[in-house]
């Protein structure tokens, strides 16, 4: 469960979040969209604790991750966070598998039945 509260951003004088209230089930797919420069970017940086909002509640399963210090941000990241940028870059030489796998190497989670419920959650199984 994601929930955001009353969440702004502002760089410089430009606000970019207002007072933003959403929430996203888990297992929900969701598609933010909007034009350019209306904060749908910065909405995933504060969801995925790349950025904090100026003001505001970020709720993560129960966890108010704005609070959070650099430190349990980083953990935070590294346990919970997947990002494919809109220039992603995988490696070509390596299977779906071994692409999803290397976070999880990182983290020292366990491979098999964690690869295999990421692949299943997304629904690409068919893939490997």
Known sequence: MIKLENVSKKYGNNVVLDNLNINFNSGEFISIM??????????LNIIGAMD????????INNEEINRFNEEELT???KKH??????????????TVFENVQI???ISGLKEQDSIE???TSLNICDKL
């Open 34 to 43: 909007g034009p350019s420069g209306s904060g749908k970017s910065t909405i």
């Open 52 to 59: 904090k909002p100026d003001s505001g509640k970020v709720i």
């Open 75 to 77: 953990l935070f990241r």
């Open 81 to 94: 966070v997947g990002f494919i940028f809109q220039f992603f870059n995988l490696f070509n030489n390596l």
């Open 103 to 105: 976070p999880l190497l």
């Open 117 to 119: 419920e990421i692949l």
